[in-house]
C-alpha cells in the first residue's frame, strides 16, 4: 500500500521548503498554505511518487473561531493511496486560489462551497451558485448565517 | 341521493341536475399533474402502481399544466421549487385543486425548525383542498385523500350559492 501522510508531508517539504507544510496527525492531513495550493496540487496530480489523479471531495468547512477552511480528499488510483490537503483562511479574507483546472470535478464542488460557506476561488471560471437560488442572501452553512424573514414575499421561519 | 336513483323503468332515461352530472363526470375524471418533489412522490408511484391502482378513480397523470385538474404536491418544498409550484398552479384551467401529500407539504415536516430552505407549507403559496398526513403517507392515505376531494368536488356549485 501506499505512502503515509507522514511520509507525503516529508516528501513535499523537500520539494517546497518554504511553504512550511505541517503534519496533523489527530486527523492525518497536510496543512497548506493558502497561496501554494495550486503549484502543491500539481505537484501531488504529476508526481510520479505520488499519483493522486483522483479528486474525491473538496468541502468548505466554518471552524467557527472567525477562521474558513478547505478540504482536499485526493485519491491514487495507480499507487492506490489517499491524502488529504486542508488549506485555512481568515473570513475577513475567504480567498482561495481555484484547483478547477488541476482536478476538473472541483469545479461544481468549489460552486458548492462558494454557495453554501462563501468561500471564493480565485481564477475559477464560473464561480455562480450551484444550490441555491441565484437571488439568496447570505451564505448558510456559516456559523453566524441567520435565516431570512421573506424570501421573495415567502415568509421563510415556521 | 345517488345519480341513478331516479331512473325510469326502461332504463335508458335518469333523471338528474345539470350540476349533478357535471360534477360526477368532473370528480371520475379528476387528471393529476405529474411531478413529484421528494420521497412522498415514490408512494405517489406506488398509488398508481397496479396494487394501488388509483386509475380506477379516473386519474390520468398528464404532463402538461394545461391539462391537469389536480396538483398532488408530493414532497419537500424548497423555496426555490416554491416559486415553480406556483407558477405551475396558476397555469392550470380552473377548477383547480391541489393536494397537499405528506408532512412537508402540510407544514414543513422535519425542516420545520432548521430548513432555512424549506417552505413550512405550501399552503403559503396556494391554496390547498386536501392535507395528507404522513411521513410519507401510505397509498392508501393518499387514495383516502383523494375520496375526500371527490366529495369536495361532488359539492361543487356553478349555477347559484348554495
Known sequence: ?158 | MGLLSQQYDDGNIVLTSVEGVLNWARLCSLWQMSFGLACCAIEMMAASASHNDIMRFGVLPRPSPRQCDVMIVAGTVTLKMATRVKRLYEQMAEPRYVVSMGSCSNCGGPYWEHGYHVLKGVDRVVPVDVYIPGCPPRPEALLEGWMRLQEKVRDFTIVKEK
Open chain 1, 1 to 158: 500500500m501506499g505512502k503515509t501522510h507522514e511520509e507525503i508531508c516529508t516528501y513535499l517539504s523537500e520539494l517546497f521548503p518554504d511553504a512550511g507544510l505541517e503534519y496533523d496527525d489527530a486527523v492525518p492531513c497536510i496543512n497548506v498554505p493558502p497561496a501554494l495550493i495550486r503549484e502543491i496540487a500539481l505537484q501531488v496530480r504529476d508526481d510520479a511518487e505520488l499519483a493522486f489523479d483522483t479528486l474525491m471531495c473538496l468541502s468548505g468547512v466554518d471552524f467557527g473561531d472567525g477562521t474558513l477552511g478547505v478540504v482536499y480528499h485526493l485519491d491514487s488510483m495507480s499507487l492506490r493511496q489517499k491524502l488529504t490537503l486542508k488549506v485555512t483562511i481568515p473570513v475577513a479574507e475567504a480567498c482561495v486560489p481555484t484547483v478547477e483546472r488541476v482536478w476538473r470535478i472541483a469545479e461544481w464542488h468549489e460552486r458548492e462551497a462558494y454557495d453554501l460557506v462563501g468561500i471564493v476561488f480565485q481564477g475559477h471560471g464560473d464561480l455562480r451558485r450551484i444550490l441555491l437560488p441565484e437571488d439568496w442572501e447570505g451564505h448558510p452553512l456559516r456559523k453566524d448565517y441567520q435565516v431570512q424573514e421573506f424570501y421573495n414575499g415567502m415568509k421563510v421561519p415556521y
